[in-house]
């Protein structure tokens, strides 16, 4: 879990899976193809996403396409945001239930 974190918490890693999660499966020249990064920063902050399992790669004869791993991001959502609603949802329903029960 620490490198998932790692790896999200720069900028230009999060926009580069904001890109693929747009558009899965790009090459590397496609990454690079707006962005003021040069072809060598964008291959490094691709290699610590592959390293976090935030992304898997696949050689499609001579390209290399880049997907993005849904896994870790869900499993960031199940165990760190989840487990802060349930006690909010828990309170919104009893709130419901006081008021509704005032109303009778």
Known sequence: MDEVF???A???RRSLLDRL???N???LNELCEGLA???QAVTKHLAILEEANLI???RHGREKLHYLNLVPIHQIGERWIRKFER???AA???LKRQLENGNE
Do not use: W
């Open 6 to 8: 790692k790896a999200l």
């Open 10 to 12: 720069d900028s230009s």
């Open 21 to 23: 999660h747009a558009r």
């Open 25 to 27: 499966g790009q090459t």
């Open 37 to 39: 990064m040069t072809r």
């Open 56 to 58: 898997t790669t696949i």
């Open 87 to 89: 006690s909010r949802l």
């Open 92 to 94: 919104l329903n009893e």
